[in-house]
């Protein structure tokens, strides 16, 4: 609750710097901040408003003592509650529109967003770190001159490298990491009832719901705003519309209830290569994961590396399809796939651009598919990708795709695609082995059963192999 107050003209501010023990006829009253509670004040009592709107509610209040020994005029006390009345209008300190300050930041650097954020909310803001390149966020911070504060998620299965990691990164920096934990009743529970890994079998939810989701609503309960190193790039299909300042619409802070919250990406435009060029100049500790093809990192059981040719995000939740690869710390940031925007006529109808172009490729359709499947002695083998045109996993496979199918051209061997998410997933999933996006198949010439490539190794040599090896 912030408050607005209106001192009256008559009033007298007091520097509570000066000396008090110099002798007064004046009656001894209660003296908050520079002033006295015998002076005249109007309060305007203003609600705090993170969005932008402003509130208040208005009450005077004359906090004058009355003294046997008053002799004000009845014509006086009058003028007074006029003048008060008046002043009812009083006008309120602006309360910071953050819709628009994300706007006049759009095309700051990060180091300068990074300032005004620890300008703005000083102890009552803290960088969010999670053991992986964001690491560029407390560089940031530093250079700002400012001080600054830290906090890490530890769910209990961080690799060991991270671990060693935030101790050389606390080394480095001089400070301390404020570490949050997973309640230990709680993830206790999770581990007798369901086993160490239920999260390969039911989905990653419910442990990152345990281990990071309720311990950052804790750390985020303490303070005003928050720094992420969010970016746009990192999940193009879900992540896209990363503002560099926010009002949070998930979590609460300090003050409690919506709009409490202030959320910062400073590096929200920043492509990734442009991230590990700063960290390179700057010669700052980074995780040694990194080094062994792990970009994206986070719990140890859930993350690996991965290869050239594949989305970062791809190294989290391997087991699980492109729509899921989120823990749910920015699900107020994720927006919905286009995959599972229309059903027109029992097809999807996604607006999502198409992929995969090469003329060299085939569109099959679902009776189409159906058909192929049926062939037992097929004159030509066959590789069809099943994919989703809005994963990211997808999108950034299909040059090699491309590039494949223009390859294989007259060599006798079909090169196709078949989309299949929307109405056509279920089918995808019980018919031709689709585990997560994308898939790829083999349909020999011989075998009336597809073979599925199992490696996530998608450029064309290794593909070209593989079908060279089962066709």
């Not at 300032?115 to 909310?121: G, P, V």
């Not at 059903?343 to 192929?372: C, H, M, P, W, Y």
């Not at 994308?438 to 079908?467: G, H, Q």
Request: overall charge negative.
């Amino acid at each position: 609750m912030a408050m607005a107050v209106h001192v009256s003209s008559s009033s007298r501010i007091i520097n509570s710097g000066f000396s008090r023990s110099g002798v007064s006829s004046e009656p001894k009253v209660p003296q908050i901040g520079s002033l006295r509670l015998s002076d005249r004040v109007h309060v305007t009592q203003v609600s705090l408003n993170l969005s932008g709107k402003r509130s208040s509610s208005v009450k005077p209040l004359n906090a004058e003592p009355k003294t046997k020994d008053s002799m004000i005029p009845l014509a006086a006390t009058t003028m007074v509650a006029e003048i008060a009345a008046e002043e009812e209008a009083v006008e309120v300190a602006e309360v910071e529109d953050f819709e628009e300050l994300a706007k006049k930041l759009e095309n700051a650097s990060p180091l300068e967003i990074m300032d005004k954020a620890l300008e703005k909310f000083g102890n009552d803001i803290a960088i969010a770190f999670s053991g992986a390149e964001d690491v560029a966020l407390i560089e940031y911070a530093h250079l700002t001159g400012r001080p600054f504060r830290v906090f890490s998620l530890d769910t209990g299965r961080l690799n060991p490298e991270t671990y060693r990691f935030f101790d050389e990164v606390e080394k480095h920096y001089g400070i301390r990491i404020e570490y949050m934990f997973p309640d230990s009743v709680e993830a206790q529970g999770l581990v007798r009832s369901k086993g160490l890994f239920s999260f390969y079998e039911d989905g990653h939810q419910e442990c990152c719901r345990v281990r990071k989701v309720r311990p950052l609503r804790r750390a985020l309960k303490g303070l005003k705003a928050w720094i992420t190193g969010q970016r746009k790039d990192q999940s193009p299909g879900t992540r896209s519309e990363i503002p560099v300042v926010q009002v949070d619409p998930v979590f609460e802070g300090l003050d409690g209830g919506a709009g409490s919250l202030v959320k910062w990406n400073p590096v929200a435009n920043v492509e990734g290569n442009d991230v590990w060029s700063f960290l390179r100049t700057m010669d700052v500790p980074v995780n040694t994961l990194h080094a062994a093809g792990y970009i994206s990192i986070g719990c140890e059981p859930c993350t690996k590396a991965v290869l050239p040719g594949q989305h970062e995000r791809e190294g989290r939740w391997w087991w699980e399809d492109a729509k899921a690869k989120e823990c749910g710390l920015h699900k107020g940031n994720v927006k919905e796939n286009a995959a599972d925007a229309k059903v027109i006529n029992g097809e999807s109808k996604a607006a999502v651009a198409d992929i995969f172009k090469s003329e060299n490729l085939v569109t099959l359709s679902r009776q189409g598919v159906e058909n192929l499947m049926k062939l037992e002695n097929r004159k030509e083998p066959w590789i069809v990708v099943l994919y989703a045109p809005w994963c990211p996993f997808c999108q950034a496979m299909e040059a090699s795709y491309d590039e494949l199918a223009d390859k294989l051209a007259g060599s006798g061997i079909k090169v196709a695609k078949f989309r299949a998410d929307g109405d056509q997933k279920e089918f995808a999933k019980q018919e031709l082995q689709l585990g997560s996006f994308p898939t790829i198949l083999v349909f020999p010439k011989n075998s009336s059963r597809p073979i599925k490539y199992p490696s996530e190794k998608r450029d064309v040599d290794s593909l070209t192999s593989f079908l060279n090896l089962v066709r």
